[in-house]
């Protein structure tokens, strides 16, 4: 999808290692759980966003991208895609340098709007699956 090999590799690997991850809780059903696993074993520092802002990995969590104290540098999104949008837009306003929209989370005129702004982003696409591959 939205995702082409040289942008992937630059957000894994050029980008920043601080994730916000939209929709991590501390259920560890979801995806989200695992994959923020998977990001911190890769060296990431995954911070939780969830209305709950629960602490999940050791991670202090916080309901909203903008109650982040610190600079984010990728924000990698776990919402339904009608809900994906605004929370671009978001990372847009608080300075990331990427976003991550999560496999199975599409939204056009949200990429073509955050490319604008002049971030990177992947679409469809999980990083948990796209990271061990990078070697």
Same mark, same amino acid.
């Given at each position: 999808? =939205?995702?082409d090999?040289a942008? @992937?590799?630059? @957000?894994?690997?050029e980008?920043? %290692?601080?994730w916000?991850?939209?929709g991590?809780s501390t259920? *560890?059903?979801?995806?989200?759980?695992?994959?923020a696993?998977?990001l911190q074993?890769?060296?990431k520092r995954v911070?939780p966003?969830? $209305?709950? !802002?629960e602490?999940?990995?050791?991670?202090?969590?916080?309901?909203s991208?903008?109650d982040i104290?610190? $600079?984010? =540098?990728?924000? %990698?999104?776990?919402?339904?895609?009608?809900? !994906?949008?605004?929370?671009?837009d978001?990372?847009?306003?608080i300075? !990331?340098?990427a976003?991550?929209?999560?496999?199975?989370?599409? %939204?056009? =005129?949200?990429?073509? *709007?955050?490319?604008? !702004?002049?971030? %990177?982003?992947?679409?469809?696409?999980? $990083?948990? @699956?796209? @990271? $061990?591959?990078l070697?």
């Open positions: 999808m =939205d995702g090999a942008t @992937i590799r630059k @957000i894994l690997t980008l920043g %290692d601080t916000a991850v939209v991590l259920n *560890r059903g979801r995806a989200a759980y695992g994959v696993e998977v074993r890769y060296g911070v966003v969830h $209305p709950k !802002a602490t999940v990995h050791g991670e202090q969590g916080y309901a991208l903008a104290p610190f $600079p984010v =540098d990728v924000v %990698d999104v776990f919402v339904n895609s009608d809900l !994906a949008g605004p929370v671009a978001e990372a847009v306003r300075g !990331a340098r976003v991550w929209f999560q496999l199975g989370v599409v %939204d056009e =005129d949200a990429y073509d *709007r955050t490319r604008a !702004a002049g971030l %990177d982003m992947v679409m469809d696409r999980c $990083p948990a @699956i796209e @990271i $061990p591959r070697g």
